[in-house]
Every structure is written in structure tokens, then in C-alpha cells.
């Protein structure tokens, strides 16, 4: 019995020994891939400490709650094994850590430098062998082995790299060697390296958020995706706030659907925009269907026919002014409530043109979506048949319908302006606000 009772300590002290070597050597490359390094070699306690203090310290320390954070993930040995799982399991972090170590190597090279040039077919020059190993390490161009010669001629593959490095970028892939383009392309690796860093300390910082299906707003993309969802390829086009209105990084969930919201417009647009129109126009507001509602009975609606500014602006001490639901309402048909402290939501918009914009930082903070429906059947899905019901008789009518969640779905309102897609195809995009996404 006793030989037994000391067999099976044995094999729980050597699994155990397992375990803490497995978990060390993730911990070091993780730590790796954050930018911290503590040298090469086997890691000893007091070491692997000062690892897990370094990823908590790069991780967390930007982010609300933090020194609770801290103490969770530094005291829990079995909450920080969780956290470094899912680092080395979630697909998108793996999908950076990949980029992290190629442009690591990448820094190790002297980076060339492109001069302004416009090329034609079958040019020969030096810079366009420069070029082509540029493109061809930065996975724009195809690997092949061509001549020395070849490698200084302007072909038809130089271009096809151009055009998938401006795509990859945001910019319309027109194939043209242009100065914004030679600008990109003369980005040392090195700042590209740092920013995919930030990325995956971002990344990881939103573990809490990321554990099952949520949505991901990114200002940078003008884009709205569902993640943790393999079956869904919902992606939509968004416009989000202007560079004086902007749309705050927030972490919430989708709570409830309206289905043609009224609309009460914030006192900064009452003031600064709808009663100077109504001073230039006397029938602005009539025509775009307001009334003033009472605002102790919300029954009491009484129409702005004829009404002066001055009028208006009296009125406002006992009434709101609201726009009535219709296509003519600035929520468009459908209204996506986000429970936040700066009043922002997801909406549906009657100018569907601004979406052919390039640069969508157009609002006044609020997230407009393309092809709204798409996103409210989605979630109604997840929903009982009840709601999907309520949803499915709302569309058809002229009513406003709420529709309140029984499964909130998470979301993440960033501003990553770099991303690895799910091709493994690094994404970069002008940073909107000029702000960190670390911010």
C-alpha cells in the first residue's frame, strides 16, 4: 500500500513538474512576443514571476480595473495558466503572433528606401530590384527565382504586389506607384513591429470580452465583424464620429432592437444645428417630420407648423423635440441599443451614399451601419421564437417596436489601425483620430 501511496505522489509530482515547465516556456514566449525579454536560458521562479508581472504590467496596465487585474492574474497561478491558453488558442492572436515573429526578422535588415519614381513596363533600373524584394518580403509579391537581370525589370507581377500591398492598406488597389504608396512602403519594419505589439497586448486585455461569440467595431476599418462565430461572415461597413466628435472605445453589449426608432436629438445638434437651419429655413423642421412631444405625458404631441425660433425655444421648457419614425428619420428603420455612459448606439441611416466614402468619420459620434437589417437578424436568431416573431411583424409595420435582448451579445468599440485578417494577410489603415489603440 505504501509503495502504491508513493507511486501515484510520484506521478502527480512529475506531472505537476511538467505542467510548470510547459507553462514557463509559453510564458516566455508570450512575453517574447510582447517585446519584453529577460534573456535566453531556463526560466527559475523568481524569473517566471517577473515574467507574469511584465505581461500584467503590458497588458493591463492602460485598461479600468487594472490593479484588480493585476492581483487576479499575479496571486491566481490558475487564472494566469487561463489567460496564457488562450493566447496560445484564440485565432486571431495567433495570427499576430505569427506577424510578431516575421517582422521581427524583418527589423533585423536594413530597410531600403524608395525614392519617388513613376516606372513604366519592361523599365530596367536598380530601384525596381529594390522594390521587388521589398513587395516579396512583405508577402505582397510571390517568391520566385528569376535572374539578376529580371530582377531589375518593371513586370506585370510588380504591379499585382502593388496593388495587393494597397489593398492590404485600404487604399483602391490601382496598381500606381504613387508618393503615398512609396511612403508605406518605406515604413521600417521595426514601427510595424511595435504596432503589432500593441495590437496583441490589446487583444489580450479584452479576454474577459472574447470568450465566446461577440462583435468587434474597428473605427480604423470603418467595419463591424462578428468574431467567435465560425458559421458567420457578417462583416458590414460602418460610419462612425468625426475628429470632433469622436466615437469612444468602449467594451458593452447589444441590449435591445428598435425597429423604427423616433429620434431625440442631443442638445448639442438642437442648438448648434436644427434651430440655425430653422432660422435660415421656416419650414426645416416641419418638413423633416419633428413635432414637440410633452415631456410628463409623452401622449401630447403638438406640431411645429409656423413656429418661430423663439417659439420653439419656449416650448423646450415642457417639450422635447423628436422626429417621427419613417425613412425620412435620421435611425433609419432600425435603432441598436449599447448600455454606455456617453449616449452612443448602433443606427441605421437614410444617406446610404456616405458609405461610399473612403474616409466614413462623418457623425456625431453614434455608429451608423450598412445593411442594418443584416446585423438584427442576426442577432435575432439567438434569440426565442417569441422575439424572432415580434422582429419578423415589426418590419412590416410603421410602429416603433422595442425588442430587448435575452441574450445581450458583447461588444468592442476599438480603433485598431493594424490587424491580421483571417487569410493571414497583415491589414494597416491611417489611424483616424491620431490616438493609440491602447488608449
Not at 35 to 58: H, M, T, W, Y
Not at 250 to 267: A, C, F, G, M, Y
Not at 303 to 318: F, I
Not at 320 to 346: C, H, M
Request: glycine fraction near 4%; proline fraction near 3%.
Amino acid at each position: 500500500m505504501k509503495l502504491f501511496t508513493y507511486f501515484l505522489c510520484l506521478v502527480f509530482s512529475s506531472a505537476s513538474a511538467a505542467l510548470t515547465e510547459s507553462i514557463s516556456d509559453r510564458t516566455y514566449e508570450l512575453a517574447k512576443d510582447l517585446g519584453v525579454n529577460l534573456g535566453e536560458g531556463d526560466i527559475n521562479a523568481k524569473q517566471f514571476q517577473l515574467l507574469k508581472g511584465e505581461i500584467i504590467e503590458r497588458v493591463f496596465s492602460q485598461r479600468e480595473g487594472y490593479v484588480n487585474r493585476r492581483e487576479l492574474y499575479l496571486t491566481d497561478m490558475s487564472n494566469f495558466e487561463k489567460l496564457v491558453a488562450f493566447t496560445d488558442s484564440d485565432k486571431q492572436i495567433q495570427r499576430l503572433r505569427f506577424k510578431i515573429r516575421q517582422y521581427k526578422k524583418l527589423s533585423q535588415y536594413k530597410w531600403p528606401h524608395l525614392q519617388p519614381n513613376e516606372f513604366q513596363l519592361g523599365q530596367k533600373a536598380k530601384d525596381i530590384a529594390k522594390l521587388r524584394w521589398m513587395l516579396t518580403e512583405l508577402d505582397d509579391l510571390e517568391v520566385k527565382n528569376i535572374s539578376a537581370y529580371r530582377e531589375q525589370v518593371y513586370d506585370p507581377s510588380i504591379t499585382r504586389g502593388i496593388k495587393h500591398f494597397q489593398k492590404r492598406h485600404g487604399f483602391i488597389p490601382d496598381g500606381e506607384l504613387t508618393v503615398e504608396t512609396i511612403k508605406l512602403l518605406n515604413v521600417n519594419p521595426n514601427e510595424r513591429l511595435i504596432e503589432l505589439q500593441r495590437a496583441l497586448q490589446y487583444k489580450i486585455s479584452k479576454y474577459e470580452y472574447q470568450q465566446g461569440t461577440y462583435i468587434e467595431v474597428n473605427i480604423a476599418d470603418f467595419k463591424l465583424r462578428i468574431k467567435g462565430d465560425d458559421l458567420s461572415k457578417l462583416e458590414l461597413p460602418i460610419i462612425v464620429g468625426r475628429i470632433n466628435n469622436k466615437t469612444p472605445l468602449l467594451n458593452t453589449h447589444i441590449s435591445k432592437i428598435t425597429v423604427n426608432p423616433t429620434w431625440t436629438p442631443p442638445n448639442s445638434i438642437l442648438y448648434d444645428e436644427l434651430l440655425l437651419a430653422l432660422e435660415n429655413d421656416a419650414d426645416f423642421l416641419v418638413n423633416e417630420r419633428f413635432v414637440l412631444v410633452n415631456r410628463d405625458s409623452k401622449q401630447e404631441v403638438k406640431s411645429l407648423k409656423g413656429m418661430t425660433v423663439q417659439q420653439v425655444k419656449r416650448s423646450l421648457k415642457h417639450y422635447q423635440l423628436v422626429q417621427t419614425a419613417g425613412y425620412w428619420n435620421a435611425l433609419g428603420k432600425y435603432r441598436f441599443t449599447i448600455p454606455n455612459s456617453q449616449l452612443i448606439f448602433l443606427h441605421d441611416t437614410p444617406n446610404k451614399k456616405a458609405f461610399l466614402q473612403r474616409n466614413r468619420a462623418l457623425s456625431h459620434g453614434c455608429i451608423r451601419i450598412a445593411q442594418p437589417e443584416l446585423l438584427a437578424n442576426y442577432l435575432i436568431k439567438r434569440e426565442q421564437s417569441y422575439s424572432r416573431n415580434r422582429l419578423s411583424v415589426a418590419k412590416q409595420g410603421t410602429k416603433t417596436v422595442d425588442i430587448k435582448l435575452k441574450r445581450p451579445i458583447p461588444i468592442v468599440i476599438t480603433n485598431q489601425n493594424v490587424w491580421v485578417d483571417k487569410d493571414n494577410v497583415l491589414q494597416v489603415r491611417a489611424n483616424v483620430y491620431n490616438r493609440e489603440v491602447t488608449e
